[in-house]
């Protein structure tokens, strides 16, 4: 007998919040076409970040220095970075050549900044894995120090977390810092780009 009130209970509440919920969806009326029409073109206009990136364009060459263990010395190595605007504007694209781990290393990149959620996004693909590596993040009052957070999978299971730093010192100079964290130990420096416009 208490189960059978208990069940009738439950579903009265159930009933009552979901007439509460249907009346409050009924009571906001939909968006106007128009307005909605003219959000979306907002959203997709490109800013200030997008304008910062285009300042970007051109050649570039590269330093790199490579962190493999706590307390060694770092491998260093030169490369070259091109990189230009797609899309009207709206997305920097990169493309690097260089070493890695002693190796020749090329990698693509795509960075954003996406005005529905005010986060910046990059997407990069290498010629050392298969996979798409995302990070997302923010920037500092001015733009021009952005920070990227991500992880991927690592050989033999579990995934290293990662922090990157990009610093857009001006249109001529920049510098890319990447720390990791391999599982859930000490972060650690593991990367250093310094990025000169090519003359």
Not at 30 to 42: F, N
Not at 151 to 157: C, D, N, T
Request: one cysteine or more; a neutral charge.
């Amino acid at each position: 007998m208490r189960i059978s009130s208990l069940i009738i209970t439950t579903l009265c509440i159930a009933l009552t919040v979901s007439s509460a919920l249907a009346n409050e969806k009924k009571s906001k009326p939909p968006m106007d076409p128009h307005a909605m029409m003219e959000l979306w073109k907002q959203a997709a206009t490109p800013g200030e970040p997008h304008k910062l990136f285009a300042g970007l364009a051109g050649s570039w060459t590269t330093t790199t220095k490579e962190w493999m263990e706590p307390g060694k010395p770092p491998t260093e190595s030169t490369g070259t970075a091109d990189m230009k605007m797609l899309l009207d504007g709206r997305f920097l694209y990169q493309e690097y050549t260089g070493q890695m781990m002693g190796q020749p290393y090329s990698g693509v990149g795509i960075d954003a900044y996406d005005n529905m959620t005010k986060k910046y996004v990059t997407a990069w693909m290498d010629s050392m894995g298969t996979g798409i590596f995302l990070m997302e993040g923010t920037a500092s009052a001015d733009g021009k120090t952005i920070t990227l957070k991500g992880s991927h999978p690592e050989p033999g299971g579990g995934k290293m977390t990662h922090r990157a730093v990009w610093k857009i010192v001006d249109d001529n100079n920049q510098t890319f810092d990447m720390y990791g964290t391999h599982h859930g130990g000490k972060e650690m420096k593991v990367l250093e780009i310094i990025y000169t416009r090519k003359p």
